[in-house]
C-alpha cells in the first residue's frame, strides 16, 4: 500500500505514457530502503573485518610473501651495496636464505595480525564510516592505514622480532653484516633488521586489504552477507 501511495503523484507530471508510469513505479518499487547510520558504520566494519581476515590468510600462508611478487621482501635497499659485494664473494646462498627466511619471518607474523587490525576497526565512528562509504576505493584501507600504523607498529614488531628469529633470519643478519664489515677498506654498516621487516610486512598486508576492499566495492559477488550488499548498493 505505502508503494502505491506514490502513484496518484505520476500522473501530475504531465502526459505519461504506460511505458513511463511502468518505469516509474518499477524505480519506486526497486529502490533500496535508505540505511541508517548504524547499518553504515556495521557495513563498513564488516567489510574491513572481512578484507583484513583475507589478507592475513593470504599473507600468513607459506610463500604467502616469498613467492608474491606484489608483496616478496627483498634484500634491504639501503644496502644492496653489501648484498651485490657478498654475491661477489660467490656467498649466494647466505643472502639467498636470509631473504626468504626473511619473508618466512613476515609470514609467520601475519598470523598474528588479524586481531590487532579487528580491535582498530572497532573504533570507526559513524562520521568515518560516511567518508568511506562515499570515499575513493581504497578509503577504507586508507583510513585503517593512517589510523592505525603507530599503534599496529608498536603491536607487530615485537611479533616480528619473535617471527625472525624463529626463522633464523636474525642469525642469518647478523652473520651476513658482520662478513661484510669485514672486508677490508669498506664503510660499515649495521641498519635495523627489525624496522625494515616491520615495515614491509604491513605494507604487504595493507596491499591485500585494499584489494579485498576494492573487490567488495566493484564485485556484487564478493558482498556474501546482506548487510554489506545492501550498505555497498548505496555507493
Do not use: H
Not at 7 to 13: A, Q
Not at 49 to 77: C, E, H, M, Q, W
Not at 151 to 173: Q, R
Request: charged letters at 25%; one cysteine or more; a neutral charge.
Amino acid at each position: 500500500m505505502k508503494k502505491l501511495f506514490y502513484l496518484p503523484f505520476l500522473f501530475m507530471l504531465g502526459p505519461c505514457t504506460s511505458t513511463d508510469i511502468l518505469q516509474a513505479v518499477n524505480d519506486v518499487i526497486q529502490t533500496p530502503p535508505a540505511l541508517s547510520e548504524s547499518d553504515i558504520a556495521a557495513g563498513l566494519k564488516e567489510a574491513l573485518v572481512k578484507g583484513t581476515g583475507t589478507g592475513t590468510a593470504t599473507a600468513s600462508k607459506l610463500d604467502g610473501y616469498f613467492k608474491n611478487p606484489r608483496l616478496k621482501i627483498p634484500f634491504p635497499p639501503e644496502i644492496t651495496k653489501v648484498e651485490t659485494k657478498l654475491r661477489q664473494l660467490g656467498m649466494n646462498s647466505l643472502v639467498d636464505d636470509f631473504i626468504l627466511s626473511l619473508n618466512r619471518g613476515a609470514e609467520k607474523a601475519a598470523t598474528e595480525a588479524k586481531p590487532i587490525f579487528v580491535d582498530a576497526i572497532k573504533s570507526m565512528t559513524v562520521k568515518d564510516a560516511w567518508g568511506i562509504l562515499r570515499g575513493e576505493d581504497d578509503a577504507a584501507t586508507d583510513y585503517l592505514r593512517r589510523t592505525t600504523s603507530n599503534s599496529l607498529e608498536a603491536a607487530f614488531k615485537p611479533v616480528i622480532k619473535t617471527s625472525l628469529d624463529a626463522v633464523d633470519a636474525t642469525k642469518y643478519f647478523t652473520k651476513i653484516v658482520n662478513t661484510y664489515n669485514k672486508i677490508p677498506l669498506i664503510e660499515k654498516v649495521n641498519p635495523n633488521l627489525e624496522d625494515y621487516a616491520t615495515d614491509k610486512a604491513m605494507f604487504g598486508l595493507f596491499l591485500l586489504i585494499e584489494d579485498e576492499e576494492r573487490k567488495i566495492r566493484k564485485d556484487p559477488v564478493a558482498r556474501t552477507t546482506e548487510l554489506l550488499k545492501k550498505v555497498f548498493s548505496q555507493q
